[in-house]
C-alpha cells in the first residue's frame, strides 16, 4: 500500500512539474528576436541517452554547439523539464564560428523507470528556441 501511495505522489509531482515547464517555454517562445541580431545554432547531438543507471546516480552530459551565423550567438536561458535536471551554460557571447557546450546534471534519486527530460535553449536564432533531449533507465538499487 505504501508503494502505490509514493507512486501516486511521485506521478502528481512529475506532472505538476512537467506542465510548469511547458507553459513558461511557451511563454519563451514567443519573444520576437531582432532579426537584424539573429544568427544559428548547430548542436552536434540534440538527443542523449544515458543508458541504465542506479538510482540516486547523477549523470553528466555536455551538449556541444557551433555558432554557425556571421552574429554573436546570446544563450539567454536554459532551463529543462524538471527540477532533477540542472543545465549550465556561459552566459558570455559565442563568436560566429566559434563552439560552445551547455552541460547538464540529471539527479536519478527517487526517479526509477524510464526518464525524458527535455531542456530548452532560448537564444537570439530563428527558431528562438530550440530542444535538446536527455533519456535512459533508472533501476532501482
Partial sequence: MKKVAMLLIAVVLMTGCKQTSKNQASDMGNQAVDPAQQTSISFTEDHHDFGKVTDG???SYSYKFKNTGDKPLIISDVHASCGCTTPNWARDPIAPGQEGEIDVKFNSE????MQEKLITVTANTNPVQTELHL???VVAK
Fill in 57 to 59: 546516480e547523477i549523470v
Fill in 110 to 113: 527517487g526517479r526509477v523507470g
Fill in 135 to 137: 533519456f535512459g533507465e
